[in-house]
């Protein structure tokens, strides 16, 4: 069974995360200047600082997309029950019958939907840790440790 191509609303959401990655790492960046400056003046090349945050945004990435792809096939494969759910708690009938042509909410997991949004979330969290990981490449130690 083929799958289907990403949407610009799957392409909007994954970079949306994305985003929060981004952030996170420049708030690192930001608190590890006097750290990064350190391992500058002891011999660290621009190149090996941008590998280590690289990494941890990868990492991040990698965490992010395992959990993300977990909780999404958890709940497309219980929407049913996880409605049924809501509607006896909240108490009212979330799809009437009457009004649409469906009764229940469908749901159908596809392996390779799953890979290619997992596969270009990890590409899109991967390039934006880029930045973060060049600003963290360019810090001078002298003006990191001066006001340290």
Known sequence: MKGRELTGRDVFLITAGAFSVIIAMIMVVKEKQSDIAILRTI?????SIMKIFLV???TIGVFG????????VLLALNVEKIVSWLE??????AIDSDLYYISRLPS???VGDVTLIAT???IITVLFALLPAARAAKVQ???ALRYE
Do not use: C, N
């Open 141 to 143: 130690p002298a003006e």
């Open 65 to 72: 997309v395992v959990l993300g792809v977990i909780a999404g």
């Open 43 to 47: 011999g660290a090349s621009s190149r």
């Open 120 to 122: 270009v979330a990890f």
């Open 56 to 58: 941890q945004g990868a």
């Open 88 to 93: 006896d708690l909240l108490g009212f009938e």
């Open 108 to 110: 159908d997991v596809q």
